[in-house]
């Protein structure tokens, strides 16, 4: 029989604690009504991992900074053993909402890409990103995303309102691609996957290009086919946009079975609904296929010592874990005071929030929920079966690789509860406080 070393650490918004230690008594103490049992022999998918997303503008604020506040950050993200333990990035190909304004790698009309550079990312990006691999001790798993072809590749000729691009362009636009690919390793860089395009159901008034489930397929394949041929083994990732529809489109481009062999995965975002089991149906369907949040985050500004902005980041991360999600990408790492910089006014939060005119840092509540998770949850961990009695709390439990069961508990309500949580034959019970979020971990001795 295993036994076990129980311990557990939590943040309540009473007093706004942060990841403070737990007092857990054995449930022959003092037993609980409400149970909650883990089952470590029973295990679902394999974690990867948590990150987020190093864009120009997190970057240039970062570099708005004294250094000491900026390295105090990248420590907090990324330190394997005092941070969040971030080992996923995600990186824009070209400009995004949130750049600093338009850019391209490339002239305009240069079908033969002979202008290409990457010059513009050596300013704050792969600076960054070279450093965050450093303090994590190893290189970070990186996703990579196009916003937008170049303009002139693309019907409305605009970086900006959606568009499509040109059907004649779909080669070189691939070809475009693999060269970023190309010109990333040379710098040190292996991208892991890419992203077909960032919320291809969208028009928006920033950098976006649309793509019918159909011309993604189509998209997919061109970009296996030079892939191939410039012999780039890198996964390709569908959807990359909200999970609402997540199966129905991922369905229709799967029934491609070309386009079927060419895809690793399916990425979901947030801002539409939280329907996760949209994610279990097109497990339950194409099971070979990963699933990855490619994108979350709080919408309209900065909220500055909001508690719900935290709940929100553990109630999706949670969800989506519990319907096969595989590794979770947060959105900018860092905004500023105003929470950009963003060249159309597309403000948001984060779970860090620099104040460039004070010199402040900022870490939100959502910085710490995702903490719960990312600290204690490791990658190739595996999710294991709880059930639970009552559906107040919210839960979910991963195994780590070193035998520690790693069990959170989410409570969004008023009311506060005592659990006997019992993992394999270790049961110990926990105060659950109301607004509260618990990580409790159990390890083998």
């Not at 987020?52 to 506040?69: C, F, H, M, S």
């Not at 420590?75 to 600093?100: E, M, N, V, W």
């Not at 970023?180 to 008034?205: C, H, S, W």
Request: one cysteine or more.
């Amino acid at each position: 029989m295993t036994k076990r070393t129980v311990t557990a650490v939590q943040s309540v918004k009473a007093d706004n604690s942060f990841w403070q230690p737990v007092s857990i008594k054995t449930s022959e103490d003092q037993p609980s009504n409400k149970q909650l049992t883990v089952d470590s022999n029973k295990t679902y998918q394999t974690w990867m991992g948590f990150g987020g997303a190093l864009t120009e503008a997190a970057t240039y604020t970062l570099d708005q900074i004294p250094k000491d506040k900026k390295e105090s950050i990248l420590q907090a993200y990324y330190d394997p053993k005092d941070g969040l333990g971030y080992t996923l990035g995600r990186l824009h190909i070209a400009s995004c909402d949130f750049s600093l304004g338009h850019y391209d790698y490339i002239e305009e009309n240069d079908e033969k890409l002979e202008s290409f550079s990457l010059d513009h990312e050596e300013k704050w990006v792969l600076p960054t990103l070279r450093r965050a691999q450093e303090i994590a001790g190893q290189p970070l798993t990186l996703v990579a995303s196009p916003w937008s072809p170049s303009a002139w590749m693309k019907t409305n000729g605009d970086r900006n309102h959606g568009g499509k691009l040109k059907k004649e362009y779909y080669t070189l636009w691939a070809q475009f691609i693999a060269r970023y690919l190309r010109e990333m390793q040379t710098k040190g860089f292996d991208i892991e996957a890419i992203t077909v395009q960032n919320e291809p159901a969208a028009t928006q008034v920033w950098d976006s290009c649309e793509y019918t489930a159909e011309e993604e397929a189509e998209m997919v394949k061109v970009l296996s086919r030079v892939f191939k041929e410039d012999n780039l083994d890198v996964n390709i990732i569908i959807w990359d946009h909200n999970r609402d529809i997540m199966f129905e489109r991922a369905d229709t481009v799967l029934k491609d079975d070309a386009a079927n062999q060419a895809v690793w995965g399916i990425g979901n975002h947030w801002y539409m609904s939280e329907d996760f089991e949209e994610l279990s149906k097109v497990h339950d369907k194409y099971p070979d296929k990963h699933l990855i949040f490619t994108e979350g985050c709080i919408e309209g500004g900065v909220q500055l010592g909001a508690w719900h902005t935290g709940e929100r980041y553990a109630r999706n991360i949670m969800g989506d874990m519990n319907n096969w999600l595989e590794g979770f990408l947060d959105w900018n790492i860092v905004l500023d005071e105003k929470g950009g910089p963003n060249h159309v006014g597309n403000y948001c939060d984060a779970p860090v929030i620099a104040d460039t005119k004070e010199d402040v840092v900022y870490y939100n509540s959502s910085y710490y929920f995702i903490g719960h998770l990312s600290k204690f949850i490791k990658p190739g961990a595996k999710r294991v079966h709880t059930e639970m009695n009552g559906e107040d709390l919210a839960v979910v439990a991963f195994q780590n690789a070193d035998g520690s069961v790693a069990t959170v508990l989410l409570n969004e309500t008023d009311e506060a509860s005592d659990l006997t949580v019992k993992t394999d034959n270790e049961a110990v019970t926990v105060h659950i406080p109301a607004h509260s979020i618990t990580t409790v971990v159990a390890e083998q001795t």
